[in-house]
């Protein structure tokens, strides 16, 4: 699923393949993330959204990848339009 998801371009099926991966294998979601951490601001607001669902769940986790994590979710609260989710999500953990 992580190599689909690397090679995918259709947004949409980005965005299902991503949420099948997090709900799969949780480090695969975060090592992908932990990826694409320089191309966030250009992806589709689906899949953005999924990946701050998904940095919130983890958080939620007690997981060992909190602080990695943490560096995405600066790269969102940069964005005008994600900084209130950032805020609830980090807020919530």
Known sequence: ??????????????????????????????????????????????????IIEIIRLDCKSDSAHRVSVSRVSSKFSSLPTYSQDIFDASSNS
């Open 1 to 50: 699923m992580y190599t689909f998801l690397i090679a995918e371009s259709d947004s949409s099926c980005k965005r299902n393949a991503f949420v099948f991966l997090a709900h799969c294998s949780m480090p695969k979601a975060v090592e992908y993330i932990l990826g694409i951490y320089d191309t966030i601001g250009s992806l589709d607001e689906a899949l953005q959204m999924s």
